[in-house]
T-cell receptor
Framework: SQELEQSPQSLIVQEGKNLTINCTSSKTLYGLYWYKQKYGEGLIFLMMLQKGGEEKSHEKITAKLDEKKQQSSLHITASQPSHAGIYLC???????????FGKGTKLSVKP | DGGITQSPKYLFRKEGQNVTLSCEQN?????MYWYRQDPGQGLRLIYY???????QKGDIAEGYSVSREKKESFPLTVTSAQKNPTAFYLC????????????FGPGTRLTVL
């Protein structure tokens, strides 16, 4: 079965710094989704990537899917306290139609 | 505004009791899902439904039951057979099953006393 590994597990950065979160799949990715979660709340959809080499940006967050479609990175430029939360990557799980998720990366931004 | 609602936000249950978590969506989505989230874990699929009156077991269905009598509603019952029910439960929906981002509700935190 497909597994997603996220790194790092947690990250503390100073406000204004850049950071990168990685998501590595054990199998080829046919749809990769990035979500953000505040503690105790639901997931907020950020971006979806499908094509190898694809890159998408929303405000200061950029996500890429590598050419081989087995790894994605999420890059935040000039981090702000509002970026704090848990970032989860999800991938199409196959026949069930559900998403499988990584365990998440907890981001803290120090003012 | 379209979206997914879950109720209640917090739920407490005594051991041996069944409890039902509500999930409603007005996005006109066909597919709906229930996930469980434990601390430090990713989301694990409990049940999913592609269409009204049809649903399938996910990876951790034991001790749970669902129904899908209406397109908008997908309630989850946590039965007394679930050995470790304390967790954060998330409901989601999507237009279809393939290549569609899922939209999540705010979650229900269930605590068994």
């Amino acid at each position: 079965s497909q597994e997603l590994e996220q790194s790092p597990q947690s990250l503390i950065v100073q406000e204004g710094k850049n950071l990168t979160i990685n998501c590595t799949s054990s199998k080829t990715l046919y749809g990769l989704y990035w979500y953000k979660q505040k503690y105790g709340e639901g997931l907020i959809f950020l971006m979806m990537l499908q094509k190898g080499g694809e890159e998408k940006s929303h405000e200061k967050i950029t996500a890429k899917l590598d050419e081989k479609k087995q790894q994605s990175s999420l890059h935040i430029t000039a981090s702000q306290p509002s970026h704090a939360g848990i970032y989860l990557c999800g991938a199409d799980g196959g026949s069930q139609g559900n998403l499988i998720f990584g365990k998440g990366t907890k981001l803290s931004v120090k003012p | 505004d379209g979206g997914i609602t879950q109720s209640p936000k917090y739920l407490f249950r005594k051991e041996g009791q069944n409890v039902t978590l509500s999930c409603e969506q007005n996005l006109n989505h066909d597919a709906m899902y229930w996930y469980r989230q434990d601390p430090g874990q990713g989301l694990r699929l409990i049940y999913y439904s592609q269409i009204v009156n049809d649903f399938q077991k996910g990876d951790i269905a034991e001790g749970y039951s669902v129904s899908r009598e209406k397109k908008e509603s997908f309630p989850l019952t946590v039965t007394s057979a679930q050995k470790n029910p304390t967790a954060f439960y998330l409901c989601a929906s999507s237009p279809g099953l393939v290549y569609n981002e899922q939209f999540f509700g705010p979650g229900t935190r269930l605590t068994v006393l």
